[in-house]
């Protein structure tokens, strides 16, 4: 009896070691997959833009015409968008995460607000730009400027800050919270000078996140009227823009086949923005990483 027990034991162990080199091997192509995927359509891309990235294409205005063609009032525009979106979102995203994990009590209603918060974070981007359509564009009379592409932009990647920045607040052990209250701090000491810089890490990791979704979403500035082509740099926050979303889209779906390079030499441009911008996050992160 005993001798058929560890023979059953030692079976469970194999099928358990045979299953768990399946699903490696399975994970492990799957990654590869997505991998030369991603490293195709990187060649694909570089080998049509690269010889687009010149000085004029930064320098030049959007155009009819392939070898006129520039990019200077869509990344202006996006870098004023970004000057909106960033501010406006992590301060109501990380004021709203503090107020839901410091001071709300724990009850039905609170923990439907955070259900419904999480869900909001799958909502298609479209909804979120017929909000903006209605709410700033519409009623608050904003039109199709940078603040109202702002605002809207802001309320999209909101959920994905607030859902992070609670996470990481959640995650500060309670022991250093008692032990800030046992040296005498209020609650909102206690919160600025602890929870928050111990956070910080985790908020900038979902709020990375957050931003890369707002830099490269074209749908809601498509349904709030952000123009495609523009012959100016805007001058304040209710100035019209084009941003680089709107212009690469504008370019791949002219049919044209010379535009399908200065398509891809936007992407470029985008993606040199978006790692710009991560790269200044992730050094900030590292920043308080190292000193909490």
């Known amino acids: 009896m005993k001798y058929v027990n560890q023979e059953s034991v030692v079976k469970r162990m194999n099928r358990r070691l045979i299953t768990n080199r399946v699903f490696k091997t399975l994970f492990f192509f799957a990654t590869l997959f997505a991998l030369v995927i991603l490293a195709i359509l990187f060649y694909r891309i570089t080998t049509q833009g690269i010889g687009y990235l010149t000085p004029e294409f930064f320098k030049n205005f959007g155009s009819r015409f392939p070898a006129k063609a520039g990019i200077k009032?869509?990344?202006v525009g996006s870098i004023w968008l970004m000057g909106v979106v960033a501010p406006v979102s992590l301060i109501l995203g990380v004021g709203t995460a503090i107020y839901l994990e410091e001071y709300a009590k724990k009850n039905?209603?609170?923990?439907?607000?955070?259900?419904?918060i999480s869900n909001l974070s799958g909502v298609p981007s479209v909804v979120f730009g017929l909000l903006g359509l209605t709410i700033f564009v519409r009623t608050l009379s904003l039109g199709n400027s940078i603040l109202a592409a702002g605002f809207t932009m802001s309320l999209l990647i909101l959920p994905v800050i607030i859902v992070g920045a609670q996470e990481?607040?959640?995650s500060v052990p309670k022991d250093v919270r008692e032990a800030s209250y046992g040296m005498g701090a209020t609650k909102w000491q206690t919160i600025t000078?602890?929870?928050l810089p111990s956070a910080?890490?985790?908020i900038l990791t979902g709020a990375i996140l957050a931003l890369s979704r707002a830099v490269g979403e074209t749908a809601?500035?498509?349904v709030?009227?952000?123009p495609v082509i523009i012959q100016f740099l805007p001058e304040n926050l209710l100035s019209q823009f084009?941003?680089?979303?709107?212009q690469i889209y504008d370019w791949s779906k002219r049919p044209q086949a010379e535009f399908q390079h200065v398509a891809a030499a936007g992407i470029l441009v985008l993606m040199m923005f978006l790692l710009i911008m991560n790269s200044i996050a992730v050094l900030i992160r590292n920043k308080f990483q190292k000193r909490y």
């Open 224 to 226: 709030i009227g952000i």
């Open 168 to 170: 990481a607040i959640r």
């Open 108 to 116: 039905k209603l609170n923990d439907f607000i955070r259900m419904n």
């Open 193 to 195: 000078r602890v929870v």
């Open 73 to 75: 009032a869509a990344l």
């Open 242 to 246: 084009t941003a680089l979303p709107m």
């Open 220 to 222: 809601p500035l498509v």
């Open 200 to 202: 910080i890490p985790g």
